[in-house]
């Protein structure tokens, strides 16, 4: 019902442009997606599927045939038209076998690959995808490329060049591997920046959340989704949780595990909402976790779970802010006015629903639930489902902005953590970071392909 109240009013009020404004009842553009338009469609394909919405499922088909372009002037942000855009593609067609999805997923890739046109193959964070011109946000330390940003494209590529057969899209993100591994680690750690022209790290900032975050997703998953055989993949994964484990994880005085940000080898005692997928991924690499540690990780993956759940408790609202913090007297609370926003976020609902498909633990659907009712209360408005500015204040003050993946990831997450183990089963998908899945490729694949044929 809340992902029928989500895609009816975009359709009524948005139909075609990247996200709604639930509150003006009109479109909404972010200058991430340039001027492709239909960000909410495509992200939300897979997730109209797996709810058996079958009907708004052809309705979005049929728009993505008779209307998603690629052919315009516009700088895009790579890694959010890769995650959302050519994620959204590529489960959908994995999903419904529509070939529509595949030929656009293909496409899409192919334009996003001058964006690896630098000296070291670093892509740029910016493309122009008409003139194939690429720059880096101009706020990034010292031109560089971001680390969450080039290292989130690992899932997407690889399953480009099995559906496309090109191999130049999986070369492009091992490539990327092969300069990380020739770098020195700070303590292990992979800062943020790191500069494509030169391959040096720029400032020595390292974060779980945003700017680091899905890279470290991505090394894992990627282990995974190639049948565990991708041992490259594992052992940087495994090696950085290590470190992260030693520098970056604390426990406050109240008891609560958090994942502080590292500046040039000083802590910021802050946590990000972003940082709440980290549970999930915990959870979600301990099978394979080295020397006895699955226990370990699995606990942490526990511990971060309640720690973000604390977050949502202790505010007004019960749905976390954007950041929050463990230093002068405070745990678990934003202490910033420009930290206490909720933008429909998922990570913190991705986490339970991993720790609940892994522990079967009832306090995860528990959480969910919590967050459901104050979804539901709070964010609900006639025109669809907006964000909320500040999440302590009992005065609602909405942001009007429904995000492309509140449909994408914030609902599917809620609607697997309620499902049975056996909807996209993790021994089969694995989701990307805007929660699309992608089948598991096995060795054998390509005979499979055959036989399937």
């Not at 959010?80 to 419904?96: C, D, M, P, Q």
């Not at 690959?113 to 194939?132: D, E, V, Y």
């Not at 949780?241 to 000083?266: C, D, F, N």
Request: negative net charge.
């Amino acid at each position: 019902q809340m992902m029928k109240h989500a895609w009816d009013n975009y359709k009524r009020y948005a139909w075609g442009l990247n996200e709604l404004k639930p509150i003006s009842k009109q479109g909404h553009s972010s200058n991430l997606f340039g001027n492709i338009q239909g960000a909410t469609i495509v992200d939300a394909l897979d997730t109209l599927y797996i709810m058996e919405m079958k009907e708004e499922f052809k309705e979005a088909k049929e728009w993505v045939e008779q209307n998603l372009d690629f052919n315009v002037n516009a700088e895009i942000s790579v890694f959010e038209v890769n995650i959302r855009f050519v994620g959204g593609l590529l489960s959908a067609y994995y999903l419904s076998g529509e070939e529509i999805f595949r030929k656009k997923a293909v496409e899409l890739g192919e334009k996003l690959l001058p964006a690896f046109n630098t000296p070291t193959g670093i892509p740029w964070a910016l493309l122009n995808i008409k003139s194939g011109i690429g720059r880096n946000w101009p706020w990034a330390s010292g031109g560089s490329s971001i680390l969450a940003e080039f290292g989130t494209l690992h899932l997407e590529f690889i399953h480009l060049s099995h559906l496309s057969g090109n191999p130049v899209f999986a070369e492009k993100v091992m490539n990327i591997r092969k300069v990380l591994n020739r770098l020195d680690k700070p303590e292990g750690l992979y800062p943020n920046y790191l500069n494509p022209s030169s391959g040096q790290w720029g400032q020595h900032h390292v974060s779980i959340g945003g700017l680091g975050d899905s890279f470290y997703e991505y090394l894992l998953k990627a282990w995974l989704m190639s049948g565990k055989t991708d041992e490259e993949g594992r052992k940087m994964y495994y090696d950085a949780v290590q470190a992260i484990e030693t520098h970056l994880i604390r426990k406050s005085s109240g008891g609560l595990t958090y994942i502080a940000e590292w500046k040039g080898g000083l802590l910021e005692h802050k946590m990000g909402h972003l940082t709440c997928f980290a549970g999930g991924m915990f959870a979600l690499g301990a099978d394979g976790a080295p020397n006895d540690k699955t226990g370990r990780h699995i606990e942490l993956g526990a511990e971060i779970a309640r720690t973000c759940h604390e977050s949502y408790d202790r505010t007004s609202l019960k749905l976390g802010p954007e950041a929050f913090r463990f230093d002068g007297g405070v745990e678990a609370i934003a202490t910033r006015q420009n930290e206490k926003y909720y933008i429909l976020r998922p990570e913190v609902i991705e986490t339970y629903m991993y720790m609940w498909r892994l522990t079967h633990d009832p306090k995860y659907r528990q959480w969910g639930w919590e967050a459901v009712e104050a979804l539901e209360k709070y964010c609900r408005v006639d025109g669809g489902y907006s964000g909320i500015r500040d999440v302590y204040s009992s005065r609602q003050s909405h942001d009007d902005v429904q995000q492309s993946f509140f449909l994408s990831e914030t609902l599917k997450y809620l609607y697997l953590l309620f499902s049975e183990d056996d909807l996209l089963p993790f021994e089969h998908w694995v989701f990307n970071t805007e929660a699309h899945p992608f089948p598991i490729l096995d060795k054998d694949d390509g005979n499979k392909e055959e036989t399937q044929k």
